[in-house]
């Protein structure tokens, strides 16, 4: 008989054997150890060769679970190696290869932290293809125009396409080309003797186009040309106040009655267009830049931007009385839709500021946000300011609620919005990205820049960044919107 103790050893021997048995418990999915980093974005591109691909990095979590959001993505490089766990997000069983990753994947990863600036050595490596919606990185190229294009626009009915060819020298002579968009078709081909189209503006309702037009030869001319859309004749006015000057840009009031240029010399004159008289002629700028004018919508106030005997500042002119309204200290201003109210950007102050121009209080500011660009969307609704700090540019989305609500902020300097201010067109460095307003989230990439939307919001119009400066047209992913 065996001694007491060796029977209870013995008994519970057993007893441990009868249990049920407890597998270890398994450790989360992307789970971040101590040491460790884990970093949450998007593929940009992939190395199969390096075993190594670059993510763009929105997030990122520390051991402690506590996670930050970056204000614009930043490049970070992970490497993989045979000990790699790579899956798909949600399934560690479904494991994948380096080569079987592509470029627009979400993509979280873990591994230690060594620094900013350092490779990521990952441990655990999760993806998720992008769905197949509206929010595809992908865009299908529809077709090309046979032009070498400088500058484009459309027409705000989405009817016409105006183009300034690229000149071949800094001699050529160069006019301006209609498209027909309901069959792209080429319909008319301008010239404007020895001078040279600049650029080209349509009316808001699509009626009138105004050519600004100089800087050919010693020889050339300097003026405002318009032409009616209906029958694309041109209008008998002869808009020349800026002796001696190239004419720069041009813009209308909203019903059309008045159109704005500015020149190089620091000057910008308003116009009645029916009567093609001079209304006001603005010129408290210093050359040799461009200046920039806008209308109110109401045509009844002239903002002029550029330098100034303080620095960069906007002015408000009345056009009626032909004098100044108000100074105020910025780099670009936009009048909301009601005409009511002014955004002034100001990179040197670094605030975007809103103000009622009934009293010239000021509504609202955002400080530590100035920039050098400012753009509104169409429907009013929201506002997008550029920003460039250590040779990085960025967009920051607001919505013009009270107090105003920052939406999201994307890489890139912002370009245009879609007519019904959903996405906003920013430019990288020789491509277009299209993002979504309120979320940020990527919804296309195009090659090639200056792009311009048609008011179906899902066809966008490029000129390539190369020296081809070929004109491509694309097709939006997803639904009818």
Known sequence: MLPRTSRIVSWLVLAAAALPRIAPAQEAELAVREGEIRVDGVVDSVNSQARSLVIRVRSFTLPDGRSSSLAAPKPKTVTVTDQTAIHRRGDPNATLAVG??????????????????????????????????????????VRTLAVKAKYLTISPDGKWLAVIPAEPNSNALTGMLIYDLA????????????????????????????????????????????????????????????????????????????????????????????????????????????????????????????????????????????????????????????????IVSSEESRAVTLWDTAGWTQLHAVKGKGAHACLLAPNGEVVATVAESKGTVTTTLWELTTPWKKLCTV???????????????????SDTILHDVRSGKRVASLAGSSPVFLPDNRTVVTISADQERRVSVWRLPGAER
């Open 100 to 141: 079987d990753l592509r470029p627009g994947w979400e993509a979280s990863a873990v591994g230690p932290d060594l620094g900013s600036g350092k490779d990521l050595p990952a441990r655990e490596l999760a993806v998720a293809e992008p769905r197949k919606s509206a929010a595809a990185t992908s865009a299908e190229l």
């Open 183 to 342: 069959e792209w078709r080429e319909l008319r081909q301008y010239e404007v003797g020895v001078s040279r189209i600049n650029q080209v503006a349509f009316s808001p309702r699509g009626d009138l186009l105004a050519a600004t037009v100089g800087f050919a030869s010693a020889a050339a001319s300097f003026g405002l040309k318009l032409w009616d859309t209906a029958t694309w004749t041109q209008k008998p006015l002869d808009l020349q106040g800026h002796s001696g000057a190239s004419y720069w840009g041009a813009s209308f009031s909203a019903d059309g009655s008045r159109v704005a240029s500015g020149n190089w010399s620091g000057k910008v004159i308003v116009w009645d267009v029916a009567k093609g008289t001079l209304l006001l002629a603005a010129d408290d700028m210093r050359p040799p830049a461009p200046s920039i004018g806008r209308l109110s919508p109401d045509g009844l106030h002239l903002i002029t931007e550029g330098l100034g005997d303080k620095g960069n500042q906007v002015t408000i002119w009345d056009v009626t009385t032909k004098t100044k309204n108000r100074t105020l200290d910025g780099d670009v201003a936009c009048y909301l839709p009601d005409g009511k109210r002014l």
């Open 411 to 429: 890489p890139g300097q912002a370009w245009a919005f879609s007519a019904d201010g959903r996405t906003i067109a920013v430019l990288g460095d």
